[in-house]
């Protein structure tokens, strides 16, 4: 097969049985998908596993699947979502990220020229990251098994020495940082998927924060916890964070920022703000000494803009986390309890 | 919740979306399935990824989705399968296996009880690998947007000094051993899948065979290449290092072994169990001198009883793989060129 057959079968063909079979048409789809635009020295191996020396140093491991519906929605895709879900994921154990891999489960009859496009936007997200895919593999599922692709990214990093992010690091009197406006992920998401016309397009906030979060333990290398506040949205993952380390939480409703189409969006779909998922937000908890510096060096970064101090960590009412409303009272932010939107990375 | 509901309610209960919508109702299902049965002092850690020192030496990273159906089978079941062929991937590196990563994608409806039959067969694999499930994700697709279950399983793993596995290390002359019967996997998942039956029951020699390649490198650092025969058989994965090592293979069709029962179900199939996954046997080239000492070593080995030297690396005749027939002709064996068993694995 040349490369003329091949760039035709992409504009025109789909996924089927045989991508999936381990036997020539899979190692065509491998070597004229996958190694064609993710290539670096390690992928191009062409091993079932990427050999490489790692730095000095302890190493973080952590895995994510995407399933994201729909496929492509304003600001992203489900290429560089899987980059930047898992990139994120190692970022807020405190490590730079080295090395991914991706699994694809691919439905039968997908089009070829959406995967590849697909892995074209992973493939510049990851380059964008400095973070390549070292190695992959790809199965196939019957039409009516599957749901089009779904990405398993697994990434490891290495954590620079004297950080240590923990939840149980978290202490009362400690600050707690956010690094912008809240729901734009799955306000993106949500109405893509329910056609909803707003005057301005949401778009997702999905985005890495390795480097921002670089920054941010360079100047303090203590800071406690670092989260993304992913699914089940900043109320959960405080919710998960208060429990974890036995401490209350209260917040500042008014240091929250919502975009205002986002928040009328939420409003019409009966949805709080709190509990959307995010993919380039991050919570930072650290010394009440140190939050001026952090913040200042988020708002200089083009991912935390719109950082602010959101709240503090306290004492009393374990496991609690409460917010001061506008009006001077205090109301519980509790635990997602159900499902709020499936499938929203 | 007390741990009465959740017995009940695993005896019971299916996946709804709730379980991955990030909030109480995942955190429950990680904390009552995942970790109960999983669990370890990294997985215990809670994070969303695992934080380690690793040892010295170059490390391995893999990565395999594993879509089979059906989920349980003859001799194991997605859980153990899903150990096994990354604990396989990356001993085929010349590296242990340190830890795994697991990333499952539900469809709503299924059974919990089935699935915690998944997790603890999982945990059972994990544990006699001595390789723990370090850190997990979990995902719930809609009804008919899924099949049951989909586990991505990704492992790390460290070369030990002075090993060395490239397929550009396979040279003339070299001999390439098999480790025992070809295509029991593939035969005891389609026998179930089509409600075949035998005499006796075709059963997948799923099985880590990390222990294995240890005490083979132990003896033999030198050896030249590992490679396990899974989707596509011997046949295709032999094809695959003879063109990457631009070299020749000539196999002895009678030391290839095949299991009567399923030399009978090939039959019936019309397949050719050269083509066959199995997800317990390895394929090992190394210098002449080294292949009977390994032989033994194999031999001796629980995973290696039926070990055989099969063939023997050519100067002419690049990219392609012979076979010596019984009556002294010779046929090439090509690639696999399309699906021949799907959802193998």
């Given at each position: 097969m040349n490369s003329v057959d091949t760039s035709?079968?992409?504009?025109t063909g789909s996924v089927d049985m045989t991508h999936g079979g381990g036997g020539r048409a899979m190692?065509?789809?491998?070597?004229?998908?996958?190694?064609?635009?993710?290539?670096?020295?390690?992928?191009?191996q062409?091993?079932?596993?990427?050999?490489?020396?790692p730095p000095a140093g302890r190493l973080v491991l952590s895995t994510d699947g995407h399933v994201i519906s729909?496929?492509?929605f304003p600001g992203g895709d489900i290429g560089c979502l899987s980059v930047h879900g898992?990139?994120?994921?190692?970022?807020?154990?405190?490590a730079r990220p080295l090395y991914l891999t991706a699994s694809f489960i691919l439905e039968e009859g997908y089009p070829l020229a959406d995967l590849e496009r697909i892995v074209m936007s992973m493939a510049r997200a990851a380059s964008e990251a400095g973070v390549p895919v070292v190695t992959g593999d790809t199965k196939v599922v019957e039409r009516g098994k599957g749901d089009g692709v779904f990405i398993t990214t697994t990434g490891l990093g290495?954590?620079?020495?004297?950080?240590?992010?923990?939840?149980?690091?978290?202490?009362?009197g400690q600050l707690i940082l956010l690094s912008g406006t809240m729901g734009d992920h799955g306000i993106a998401i949500l109405s893509k998927r329910e056609n909803l016309e707003f005057e301005t397009e949401i778009r997702s906030d999905t985005a890495a924060l390795h480097g921002l979060v670089g920054e941010m333990l360079e100047a303090v290398p203590s800071i406690a916890m670092l989260r993304d506040p992913t699914r089940g949205g900043v109320a959960s993952t405080l919710n998960e964070l208060a429990t974890a380390a036995d401490v209350g939480m209260v917040l500042d409703e008014a240091e929250i920022l919502i975009r205002p189409d986002v928040a009328a969006a939420c409003e019409l779909l009966g949805l709080d703000p709190l509990y959307v998922a995010n993919e380039g937000k991050l919570l930072c908890i650290c010394e009440a000494s140190d939050a001026d510096n952090l913040l200042k060096i988020?708002?200089?970064?083009?991912y935390g803009q719109d950082a602010a101090i959101i709240g503090?960590?306290?004492?009393?009412?374990?496991?609690?986390?409460?917010?001061?409303?506008?009006?001077?009272?205090?109301?519980?932010v509790d635990w997602l309890s159900g499902e709020q939107l499936p499938r929203i990375c």
């Open positions: 035709a079968r992409f504009r190692a065509e789809l491998i070597r004229d998908l996958f190694h064609r635009h993710l290539n670096n020295p390690l992928l191009d062409g091993h079932d596993a990427a050999v490489f020396q729909p496929l492509f898992t990139v994120n994921d190692i970022a807020m154990g405190g290495v954590v620079p020495e004297g950080v240590d992010i923990r939840a149980d690091r978290i202490r009362p988020m708002k200089a970064h083009r503090k960590v306290t004492e009393g009412s374990a496991g609690l986390v409460q917010m001061e409303t506008g009006l001077g009272g205090m109301r519980v």
